[in-house]
Nanobody, 119 residues
Framework: QVQLVESGGGLVQAGGSLRLSCAAS????????MGWYRQAPGKQRELVAA???????RYVDSVKGRFTISRDNAENTVYLQMNSLKPEDTAVYYC?????????????WGQGTQVTVSS
């Protein structure tokens, strides 16, 4: 059974930093694309950053230059380093594991961790 467990959220002042972690189990971690999504109140969930098993990454424009996604395949963990945080970064952040097999998408989600940035 796949499990994704996020940690590292919290309350921080604008301009501060947080590091989110997502520990995965029950899966072959290295073959999944790992990503971080977020959902703010009243808004749709959006992709923040994603990383395939190699080094290919992508970010939503609003976090480019501030957030960095990384992964440790030996530890089955993906991270999101968030710097220069802004109040608009406030949201619940979710870890995602994604894989496309035979045209069928497989997605797994963590429970989410709250990030609140005060102005």
């Amino acid at each position: 059974q796949v499990q994704l467990v996020e940690s590292g959220g919290g309350l921080v002042q604008a301009g501060g930093s947080l590091r989110l972690s997502c520990a995965a189990s029950g899966m072959i971690f290295s073959i999944f694309t790992m990503g971080w999504y977020r959902q703010a109140p009243g808004k749709q969930r959006e992709l923040v950053a994603a990383m395939v098993s190699g080094s290919s990454t992508r970010y939503v424009d609003s976090v480019k230059g501030r957030f960095t996604i990384s992964r440790d395949n030996a530890e089955n963990t993906v991270y999101l380093q968030m710097n220069s945080l802004k109040p608009e970064d406030t949201a619940v952040y979710y870890c995602n594991a994604h894989r496309l097999v035979g045209g069928r998408e497989h997605d797994y989600w963590g429970q989410g961790t709250q990030v609140t940035v005060s102005s």
